[in-house]
C-alpha cells in the first residue's frame, strides 16, 4: 500500500483544549482545514466552561464545517489538561489523535509533517520540538527562554527521556497508545505533557520529532505563571522517583 492510500485508511482525532479561545479557534480551525485537504479527520473541542462565547463560536463553526468534522464535547468547569484529553478521546472516531492549542501558538501547517513523520517511520508517536534545528520560539522575552529552556535540561539531565522537548504538547499519538500512557499518568497541569513523553519512552514506544516553531499566543493572556513552575519542580522530583 503506497503512502497516500495508507494516509487515506487513517483517520486523525484532533483534540483541542479550549478556556477562553473565542478569539482563537475560529482561526486554527480554519487552519486545520486548509493544510489537511486530503486527509480524514475531526476536530473535538473540549471547552472548560468559557464565560467568552467560545462554545457559541464552536456552534457557529459546525454550521460551515459540519458537526461530524467539529465535535464539541464541553465540561462544566475548568478540570485539568489530562482529563480533556481522556474526555475527548471518548468522543473520538480516529485511529491516531493529535493534541494541540486552540491559542495558534501551534501552527496546523506542521499537520502535514507529523503525518508524513509517522508513515514514513511507523512511530507510536510524533512530537513536535523547539530545541532542534530548524525549531524554535517567537514572541518569547529572554525570561521565558532561559526559563523552557532550564526546565528541558534539567528533564534530560534527570531523566534521560530520549527527545529534545518535553514541555511541548503539540502530538500526534496512535490513540492506543495515548490511552495506555495517559492511564498512568497522574500528573496536572503542565507537568502532565512531560510525564506522558517520559512514561512513553519507558515503556520503549517508538518516538518521532519534528522541528516546529512555537510561537507565543496571539489573542489573550498567557496561563504560565510562577505556581507552574514550582509544579513542574514537583513533577520532576516525582518522575525522577517513579520512573
Not at 110 to 124: G, H, N, V, W
Not at 162 to 173: A, H
Amino acid at each position: 500500500m503506497d503512502a497516500q492510500n495508507k494516509n487515506q485508511a487513517n483517520k486523525y482525532s484532533i483534540i483541542v483544549p479550549t478556556y477562553n479561545e473565542r478569539l482563537n479557534i475560529g482561526l486554527i480551525v480554519y487552519l486545520i482545514f486548509k493544510h489537511l485537504k486530503d486527509v480524514d479527520f475531526e476536530v473535538i473541542v473540549v471547552d472548560d466552561g468559557s464565560p467568552d462565547g467560545t462554545q457559541d463560536t464552536v456552534i457557529q463553526l459546525q454550521k460551515v464545517y459540519g458537526e461530524d468534522r467539529i465535535l464539541l464535547r464541553p465540561r462544566p468547569k475548568k478540570l485539568g489538561l489530562g482529563t480533556a484529553y481522556i474526555h475527548g478521546m471518548k468522543h473520538a472516531s480516529g485511529n491516531f489523535v493529535v493534541i494541540m492549542d486552540a491559542d495558534l501558538s501551534h501552527h496546523p501547517k506542521y499537520l502535514p509533517k507529523f503525518i508524513s513523520k509517522q508513515m514514513e517511520t511507523r512511530a507510536d508517536i510524533v512530537t513536535g520540538t523547539r530545541y532542534v534545528k530548524g525549531g524554535g520560539v517567537h514572541g518569547w522575552n529572554l525570561m521565558r527562554k532561559l526559563t523552557s529552556r532550564g526546565a528541558n535540561v534539567l528533564a534530560q539531565t534527570f531523566l534521560w527521556p530520549g527527545v529534545s522537548d518535553l514541555t511541548g504538547s503539540f502530538r500526534l499519538y496512535r490513540k492506543s497508545v495515548l490511552e495506555d500512557i495517559i492511564s498512568c499518568c497522574v500528573s496536572k497541569g503542565y507537568v502532565f505533557q512531560m510525564e506522558m513523553i517520559v512514561r512513553a519512552s519507558r515503556k520503549g514506544y517508538h518516538i518521532e520529532e519534528v522541528p516546529i516553531t512555537f510561537v507565543d499566543r496571539v489573542f489573550g493572556s498567557s496561563k504560565l505563571g510562577g505556581s507552574e513552575i514550582v509544579e513542574y519542580l514537583k513533577g520532576l522530583a516525582y518522575l525522577l522517583v517513579t520512573t
